[in-house]
């Protein structure tokens, strides 16, 4: 098993996601604790340290399926991260509440790793707001030894991020982004690594394989990379791009079965980084497989022409997100924090914006799209 060096600590470069894991009859509260522990054996014996759960995997079962797995093993051969669940704007009144449940769930005394869970628009003024005392109180945890090493995830813009950093930098030991090869351009993951190494802090990847759509490829494009690395699997492209990134520590892959886990941990027996070749034809698979997506500029041309002062940019882009993932929850919550005469369906549908559109965009209908599908 490849490792990286985290302060003192040796952690596996790949780590066990607990949001994923294999459940009974198909219902995702109803955890398959038997088969979860049979891989938390292998992954044990075959070198993976890092587990990560949360509050609200598996309907708030991954803690206790995570923590009975983990029981069997001495508590110093295993690191185990969760996380204060942010994305539920409920849950900021009750950060001491949560992590004391967090703690017994999991039957432990300390967490190695705790995180902000996804710092992102709908939520960020609520982290910042000292009235709910969350900063506060992880910090003292960090001092009680109850938390060993403090960090954050994102699913926010870049901007978000830097918010964030530029009120709680100083004290965050590393953070968890969405990366991989698809989103290194269409997430604007490229930006958010650069913003993490500008401030020196490791980089935890979580989605990988982007919820297992980079895990199969269309033929043309799998056939593209075999060319490069014959002994390769297409999943083993995604984690061998991922091995190319500067301050990539700690790659997450939330494996639902025995054979992914096997396979997986086979591919970090060795780190093969990417050449600037294959990295180039990498990105150029991905960018064919976004070939349906708007190709909004963000030049903003058509903002000043909207009468309903639309931020139409950011709306195309979690268009294009929540189109081509088929759903999922990122354009939802980042609508959260956009009020209700700035959504998608205040669009009246007048074109305005379409007149001065160099890329010819037909706006009006994707608005109409973007608010017919997050009302299904």
Same mark, same amino acid.
């Given at each position: ?15 066990? &996601? ?56 001495? +508590? ?56 709910? &005392? ?28 830097? +918010? ?10 590393? !953070? ?41 490829? *269309?033929?043309?494009?799998?056939? +593209? ?9 297409? *999943? ?35 780190? +093969? ?25 963000? !030049?903003?041309? !058509? ?23 088929? &759903? ?20 009246? &549908? !007048? ?26």
């Amino acid at each position: 098993m490849v490792c990286k060096d985290f302060q003192d600590k040796k952690l596996s470069a790949l780590g066990m &996601g607990a949001m994923r894991l294999p459940v009974v009859g198909g219902d995702d509260n109803v955890i398959d604790n038997e088969e979860t522990a049979k891989m938390v054996a292998y992954a044990m014996e075959h070198g993976v340290n890092y587990y990560d759960t949360a509050w609200g995997y598996h309907g708030g079962n991954s803690e206790t399926a995570m923590g009975k797995a983990l029981s069997r093993y001495q +508590r110093e051969s295993y690191f185990l991260a969760d996380k204060f669940p942010g994305y539920d704007l409920s849950n900021m009144p009750k950060v001491r509440e949560i992590f004391e449940k967090q703690l017994e769930k999991c039957g432990v005394e300390y967490f190695d790793f705790y995180l902000f869970h996804n710092v992102c628009e709908m939520n960020i003024d609520a982290y910042l707001d000292p009235k709910y &005392g969350i900063y506060d109180y992880l910090i003292e945890q960090k001092k009680a030894g109850r938390i060993r090493h403090l960090g954050f995830s994102a699913h926010g813009g870049v901007e978000i991020m830097k +918010r964030f950093l530029d009120a709680y930098g100083e004290d965050m030991e590393f !953070c968890q982004i969405q990366l991989n090869y698809l989103d290194w351009s269409f997430q604007n993951a490229k930006e958010k690594v650069k913003l993490l190494n500008d401030h020196h802090i490791p980089i935890w990847v979580m989605e990988p394989l982007r919820g297992g759509k980079l895990a199969r490829l *269309p033929e043309a494009g799998a056939e +593209r990379l075999k060319a490069h690395r014959p002994d390769e699997t297409v *999943p083993a492209w995604a984690f061998r791009f991922l091995q190319s990134i500067p301050g990539v520590t700690v790659i997450l892959s939330g494996m639902s079965d025995y054979r992914q886990l096997q396979e997986n941990i086979h591919t970090f027996e060795t780190e +093969r980084p990417l050449s600037e070749a294959e990295e180039e034809t990498l990105l150029s698979v991905a960018d064919g497989m976004l070939s349906d997506v708007l190709p909004c500029t963000a !030049c903003r041309y !058509c903002v000043s022409h909207c009468p309903k002062g639309l931020n139409i940019p950011m709306l195309l882009d979690l268009y294009n997100e929540h189109s081509f993932t088929g &759903g999922g929850f990122i354009a939802p919550m980042a609508l959260m924090a956009v009020p209700s005469e700035k959504q998608p369906s205040a669009c009246v &549908g !007048c074109r305005s914006c379409e007149k001065v559109c160099p890329q010819q965009i037909k706006i009006s209908e994707a608005m109409s799209d973007f608010a017919q599908k997050l009302d299904a």
